[in-house]
């Protein structure tokens, strides 16, 4: 159950403000699906995990829901779709949150090097790249809303 006022899910017990749009509220994004809602690409964004930020830059922002081994599924149409909408300028990030103040952020050029390279596993059935464990380092941490604007700056 999904309560508009306070903004937070219910499921099977779990009561939670959405760790995401913590996040997207602390840095200022907006959700791209008012952005884009006058467009053929409003369709794709039924999940708040789609955001727009200053300056061209996009933001997909994830939270695992296994605490015990962690990672973050990217839908590879939404990859392909940040391409496009980034090809004459701007960037887009994909944020994988462990908490609504730290994470990891992975650049547009990152994230496609990964596919290159097959760093990214990638679930033909889920149609969707998996960022795991191994694909975190240290340098693309943050421990705050204010770190991470910091690192998408440089």
Do not use: C, H
């Not at 952005?35 to 409003?42: C, S």
């Not at 990891?104 to 994230?111: A, G, H, M």
């Not at 795991?132 to 693309?140: I, V």
């Amino acid at each position: 159950m999904y309560s508009q006022t306070a903004n937070t899910l219910e499921n099977g017990g779990l009561k939670m403000k959405s760790e995401v749009l913590q996040f997207a509220d602390s840095i200022g994004a907006v959700d791209l699906s008012q952005k884009l809602k006058e467009t053929e690409y409003r369709v794709l964004f039924k999940r708040r995990n789609y955001f727009y930020l200053k300056d061209n830059n996009y933001l997909i922002i994830k939270v695992s829901k296994n605490k015990i081994r962690p990672f973050w599924g990217v839908g590879k149409k939404f990859i392909e779709l940040f391409d496009v909408l980034t090809q004459d300028g701007g960037n887009y990030f994909v944020v994988t949150l462990v908490s609504n103040r730290s994470g990891w952020v992975f650049s547009k050029r990152e994230i496609n090097s990964y596919i290159q390279d097959s760093s990214l596993s990638y679930s033909e059935k889920q149609g969707q790249y998996k960022i795991n464990n191994y694909n975190l380092k240290d340098k693309n941490g943050f421990a705050s809303p204010e770190a991470f604007l910091a690192k998408i700056k440089t």
